[in-house]
């Protein structure tokens, strides 16, 4: 029982740790979003590329360290689905920024899905998920705003109308790092 008390708190505390870079990382982008981003369209495309590849690549991180993606399945999936996003946007970078946010969409609206799918599984094992859960829930909306914003012709740049959504990212994901931190604090000294 101490041995799964244990292994519990170290996933506990490395899921902390994830969700906290996850933060950073999301607060880094919107920054250079609407600073850098604002007077080069190569370093916007650039950042609209980066934003599903970071993605990709962290959802591969956590799902190899939590048993793989076998045990992983929606992680798995938004893996897939966003670094084939990652290449897309490359490719409508050329073509339209209206198919830019589309694609986005259809990004926001599977990747949230798969979140709070995530974020309901490890509620089970961790507590303190409601906040992935509804960032989830809150990403699947933002895919539909994409998607109609796209089809009204966007005065704005494409990066100005994503950049609120990854900052959103960015507080979801702080905020389950801070209540995974509260209780493994709580737990320790409970134990």
Do not use: C, H
Not at 31 to 49: D, E, K, N, P, Q
């Amino acid at each position: 029982m101490a041995n799964d008390t244990l292994s519990s708190r170290a996933g506990a505390e490395a899921l902390m740790r994830y969700y906290f870079l996850r933060a950073f990382a999301a607060a880094v982008w919107v920054v250079a979003a609407f600073t850098i981003a604002r007077s080069s369209t190569v370093v916007a495309g650039a950042l609209l590329a980066i934003y599903p590849a970071w993605d990709a690549f962290a959802n591969a991180r956590d799902a190899r360290a939590n048993g793989g993606f076998r045990a992983n399945l929606p992680q798995a999936l938004n893996t897939a689905v966003s670094g084939a996003v990652a290449l897309a946007v490359l490719v409508a970078l050329r073509i339209d920024m209206g198919l830019v946010l589309v694609l986005f969409g259809v990004w926001a609206i599977l990747a949230g899905l798969l979140q709070l799918v995530v974020g309901v599984r490890r509620w089970r094992a961790y507590g303190a998920q409601w906040a992935m859960v509804l960032s989830g829930a809150q990403s699947a909306l933002a895919g539909g705003f994409f998607i109609k914003s796209a089809a009204a012709a966007p005065a704005a740049p494409a990066i100005t109308i994503i950049a609120p959504y990854a900052a959103f990212g960015a507080f979801y994901f702080l905020v389950s790092a801070i209540l995974l931190a509260v209780k493994i604090r709580r737990r320790a000294r409970s134990a």
